[in-house]
């Protein structure tokens, strides 16, 4: 080949690279807006509105051009956008807020209406489900929503008139502020970022490749065998990792003799963490497999060389991290997973939940209800017995009996419906506000065991979905519409009865799940009938602190995992599996070590969340925290004023939210000492 054509080629591949290169630059979405029209646009605010604006100006030019893109026009363009649309405060921006929020509800209300509407023939009984139900049902005509706000500029003028505060400053601030101060500070948040449609399709794909291979992931138990070769669950059993895993060790507290079968579950448990388990036992019944030796047999006793699974576990997390990471540039101020998880998702900082996490881990309570399991067992605690389920109460009242009462109150949805005034009435609610909120609740019979969908425009109503069989209502189905009832009233009043739109709802999940289960752990008392278990609230308590025990190691490994992919984001699998199961070992031997007598346990880093769901798991832990706080301070209080005056406050952040309802922020105290309190009665 002459050096000509070599020259040639060279000078086609260095274009192609180009070429490359600006395809990637321009993917990269970039503002256009320099420093020079910032100051224009400054300059021409300032003259105009004065020193007085210089806050707000500042603010809004700076949000404007953050996301200001080649599409939406010049530079020069830029400026006259900022001079032309910016409002001045009072009367003005008051009258320009009134707008937007009157916008705001008819875009989200429509939509979610449509959602709800859409979804119902997979949600409701409606015959059989056909293939364009499903289409349909998961089909989402808001997708392009944000971007579409952006380019007809809707967006861009509320970045520039509303100022957005971190969650620093949120948390700082908002302690002060008024109820408008909070409304204006939640419309800037709208818009945090503008992510391109190739960008979110990436994340969606990576989401969706790690819920194929958990959803594929499962064992089939009855394959498992011991040294003796002995199998010990029966044929047929397939279950899922890790929850399936979990669920079924749990189960096996109650027997116990079962104990063999949760230490073979526990050693399954490991050799996948450790990636050891052979690649052909996962979905497959075609060989036994013995986990404690890691053999691999054929035709009954034949062993045969087993190919381990070669990191895909970890292949997947890392997965998750890149893509995620994708989503950095994009996010001002927001600029890690972790960040737009914990800052933007919950509201309360990765600091503050790890702090929480902590003192709780370490609290002497922990040694104390440990010894309480041990002796419960009548053995020495291993490992997966931080899954003990030992502290339920158990019912003294019939079922059947309650079954029959029920049946006769409740014969179909409309019965249930007709009764919701009812219900509000018993715990307490005004009749004004029963009456109220009972209209705008509508009950459906649902495929499922039940559900609540709210709202979102002051003109629909709240769904309730209850599964109601043709002779009536069972009791399991009321205990589940008295939860699903907590949440359609939860939905109404921060709806309806909210002075600012764009506060509606509740901080997160946790808040609307909180006043579920408080109408859920009244179902008798709304029967009539009392629960006469003493010691019914102090066993709720250990439990609940037992299982917030297990979900915060969790929550720390996943939290750990994810700064240690930041500290290195270019790892293999094999890295991060190392790196997965040392912090694993780490956070187990500073909290568990010494509660359970053993070091070096991987067990915490089993949780299929981490692979699914990314940095998820604080979720729970936060949540079970929340939720006890809400449900103690209820405890000896009329629920209805309570509940009414805590939702008033709507989707103010998390900490700002529960100072007002309980007059603390979010914290272990009331859990620690509901346990100290139970620790003297429950032997
Ligand atoms: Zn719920």
């Given at each position: ?669 009331p859990l620690l000492h509901a346990v100290d309190e139970a620790l003297k009665k429950v032997k």
């Amino acid at each position: 080949m002459s050096t000509k054509i070599f020259k040639f080629i060279f000078v086609i591949l260095l274009s192609i690279i180009t070429l490359f290169m600006e395809d990637l630059q321009s993917q990269e979405r970039k503002t256009i807006v320099d420093d020079a029209s910032k100051k224009e646009a400054m300059n021409l605010l300032i003259a105009k509105y004065g020193e007085a604006e210089k806050f707000r100006i500042e603010k809004g030019i700076n949000q404007v051009a953050e996301f200001w893109l080649e599409e939406d026009g010049t530079a020069e363009e830029y400026v006259k956008f900022c001079r032309d649309n910016f409002t001045a405060s009072g009367v003005q921006l008051e009258s320009l807020y009134d707008r937007i929020e009157f916008f705001n509800e008819i875009t989200f209300g429509y939509f979610t209406e449509m959602s709800i509407k859409l979804r119902q023939p997979l949600d409701l009984e409606m015959g059989d489900i056909k293939p364009v139900d499903l289409i349909m049902g998961s089909f989402n005509p808001s997708a392009h929503l944000t971007d579409d706000l952006f380019k007809n500029k809707y967006a861009f003028i509320v970045l520039l008139n509303f100022p957005r505060y971190s969650l620093e400053e949120r948390t700082q601030l908002g302690m002060n502020w008024n109820r408008q101060e909070w409304a204006y500070a939640r419309l800037a948040s709208m818009f945090n970022a503008r992510v391109p449609a190739d960008i979110n399709q990436k994340v969606n794909d990576a989401y969706t490749s790690g819920d194929n291979y958990i959803s594929n992931y499962n064992i089939v138990m009855n394959k498992l065998v011991d040294d003796e070769m002995k199998t010990h669950f029966p044929e047929g059993l397939k279950l899922i990792s890790h929850w399936g895993l979990r669920d079924e060790l749990k189960a096996r507290y109650a027997n116990e003799g079962d104990l063999p079968k949760q230490e073979m579950i526990y050693q399954v448990m490991q050799r996948i963490i450790r990636q050891e388990i052979p690649e052909n036992v996962v979905n497959s019944d075609q060989y036994l497999w013995n986990p404690y030796s890691n053999k691999l047999y054929k035709n009954g006793t034949e062993v045969i060389n087993a190919v381990r699974e070669q990191d895909t576990r970890y292949e997947m997390f890392l997965n998750n991290f890149k893509t995620n990471k994708l989503l950095d540039d994009y996010y001002p101020g927001l600029n890690t997973h972790m960040k737009r998880s914990f800052d933007l998702g919950r509201e309360v900082s990765e600091k503050e939940v790890e702090d929480m996490f902590d003192e709780m881990l370490k609290s002497p309570q922990v040694k104390k209800v440990a010894q309480l399991v041990k002796s419960k067992l009548g053995r020495d605690l291993r490992p997966f017995d931080i899954w003990f389920t030992g502290f339920k109460s158990k019912s003294k009242i019939d079922e059947a009996e309650l079954d029959k009462i029920v049946k006769a109150k409740y014969p179909d949805v409309e019965a249930f419906e007709n009764d919701i005034d009812n219900i509000m009435l018993k715990l307490g609610f005004s009749d004004e506000i029963a009456e109220y909120v009972a209209e705008k609740i509508r009950v459906d019979n649902s495929r499922g065991a039940g559900h609540a969908i709210g709202a979102a425009i002051k003109e629909f109503k709240a769904r309730l979905r209850t599964r109601i069989g043709k002779d009536g209502m069972t009791y399991k189905g009321f205990n589940i519409a008295v939860h699903e009832l907590g949440h359609c009233v939860e939905q109404t009043l921060t709806l309806y009865k909210m002075d600012y739109y764009t506060l509606n709802g509740v901080p997160n999940t946790s808040f609307t799940e909180a006043f579920a289960f408080v109408f859920q752990a009244r179902d008798l008392e709304l029967l009539g009938i009392k629960n006469e278990d003493p010691l019914a609230e102090d066993l709720k308590a250990l439990d609940i602190f037992w299982s917030t025990y297990e979900i915060m190691g969790v929550s720390m490994v996943d939290m750990k995992v994810w700064n240690w992919m930041y500290a290195h984001p270019d790892c293999t699998p094999a890295e991060l599996k190392e790196a997965v199961i040392n912090i694993a070992k780490d956070v187990w031997n500073k909290y568990y070590a010494d509660v359970f007598g053993i070091k070096d346990v991987i067990l915490l880093g089993i949780y299929s969340h981490m692979i699914d769901n990314p940095l998820y798991l604080p979720n729970y832990a936060l949540g079970h925290l929340i939720q006890f706080q809400i449900e103690d301070y209820l405890k000896d209080k009329t629920v209805g004023p309570e509940m009414q005056r805590m939702c008033a406050a709507g989707n103010i952040i998390p900490q700002v939210w529960m100072h007002n309802a309980v007059g603390s922020n979010i914290s272990v105290n009331p859990l620690l000492h509901a346990v100290d309190e139970a620790l003297k009665k429950v032997k």
